[in-house]
């Protein structure tokens, strides 16, 4: 467990350094922090909800479950940002997440759409983009995103797509990183008049990069917790 002072002066920290980049965009500019749990403890999970935070990441079903089962007297939004395994989708429809960040193709998209249809009810989520073309990432290509992204608001029903999602260049070389954030908001900005809202980009060691290139949901983990558990 964590010292709650401990987590008090990272999140701290976190929310400046998301305050001073948007700032720099402009003051309209509202980025949202998602906080990521799967390296630390339930625990301080909720410390950082008695410190004010909301919105929790999870990028594994099973963890997602069990933690939301163990904190349902908590009012926090979560979000699954991990790949999704067919043999998981009924799991992860009936945890109901706010947010689900990474369909990554237009197969997984008709599966899930298929299974809500069944339990009639629907999902928000965003469409992952592989935007470095890296074999070892989720996420559909940059060149076929608007595409994938229209035809699943046409053909799944049950999904509201409400925009992108993708993690940036796995490089310390800054201009490829910025040149990924950048190919997936040039993508986004395409597509809000297909009613893209959220451009999910950033995370730990590039969120300040990220906001600078128009993401407006940032996903943090290890700035908070340390990268061991
Ligand atoms: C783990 C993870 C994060 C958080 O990564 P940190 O570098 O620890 O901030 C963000 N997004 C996804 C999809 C992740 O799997």
Not at 34 to 53: A, F, P, R
Not at 106 to 111: D, G, I, R, T
Not at 151 to 167: A, D, F, Q, T, Y
Request: hydrophobic share 35%; aromatic share 6%; glycine share 6%.
């Amino acid at each position: 467990m964590i010292d709650k002072e401990i987590l008090r002066r990272n999140l701290d920290e976190v929310i400046w350094g998301i305050e001073e980049a948007r700032l720099r965009v402009s003051e309209h500019h509202i980025v949202k922090l998602v906080t990521v749990g799967k390296y630390t403890d339930i625990e301080n999970i909720e410390t950082l909800y008695s410190l004010g935070q909301r919105a929790f990441g999870e990028n594994q079903v099973q963890q997602l479950e069990s933690r939301v089962d163990k904190l349902e007297a908590l009012p926090l939004e979560w979000h699954f940002i991990g790949t999704l395994q067919k043999n998981k989708i009924n799991k992860l429809i009936d945890i109901k997440p706010s947010l689900m960040q990474s369909i990554d193709s237009l197969e997984l998209a008709m599966a899930l759409d298929k299974k809500l249809s069944a339990k009639d009810t629907t999902m928000s989520c965003l469409l992952q983009i592989n935007s470095a073309n890296e074999d070892t990432k989720s996420g559909v290509q940059p060149q076929e995103a608007v595409d994938i992204y229209q035809e699943i608001v046409e053909r799944c029903p049950n999904i509201h797509l409400k925009g992108l999602m993708s993690i940036g260049a796995y490089t310390d070389d800054r201009s490829v990183v910025k040149d990924s954030f950048e190919t997936t908001h040039k993508i986004y900005e395409s597509l809000q008049k297909d009613g893209a809202t959220i451009c999910s980009m950033g995370m730990s060691g590039d969120y300040e990069l990220a906001i600078a290139c128009g993401s407006n949901l940032v996903r943090v983990g290890s700035a908070l917790f340390g990268q061991s558990k």
